[in-house]
């Protein structure tokens, strides 16, 4: 699937992962391939990109959304430092 996290000043990360691990407003939640459509808050917290099965990169985030469609994450957070 494809992920690119945004903020309002750059891009972050954009690429091809196997999943992303996102921590919502009720709890973490995982995304994977082929996950179905899905609109979510985001509160501060960790972010995990999941590279491939054994590969992962953390970004610390500030709160914003996640849109899942066609395939594609689109992360839109206040602001994101790599961990």
Same mark, same amino acid.
């Given at each position: 699937?494809?992920?690119?996290?945004?903020?309002?000043?750059?891009?972050?990360? *954009? !690429?091809?992962?196997? !999943?992303?691990?996102?921590?919502?407003i009720s709890g973490l939640f995982e995304?994977?391939?082929?996950h179905a459509p899905l609109v979510s @808050?985001?509160?501060? !917290?960790?972010?995990?990109?999941?590279?491939?099965? *054994?590969?992962? /990169?953390?970004?610390?985030?500030? *709160? !914003?959304? /996640?849109?899942?469609?066609?395939?594609? @994450?689109?992360?839109? /957070?206040?602001? @994101?430092?790599?961990?």
């Open positions: 699937m494809t992920l690119e996290i945004l903020t309002p000043e750059r891009k972050i990360f *954009s !690429g091809e992962v196997y !999943g992303v691990q996102l921590p919502g995304v994977l391939d082929k @808050a985001l509160k501060d !917290g960790k972010l995990k990109i999941l590279k491939d099965k *054994s590969n992962t /990169v953390s970004y610390t985030i500030q *709160s !914003g959304f /996640v849109e899942v469609l066609n395939n594609k @994450a689109t992360v839109l /957070v206040e602001g @994101a430092v790599e961990n």
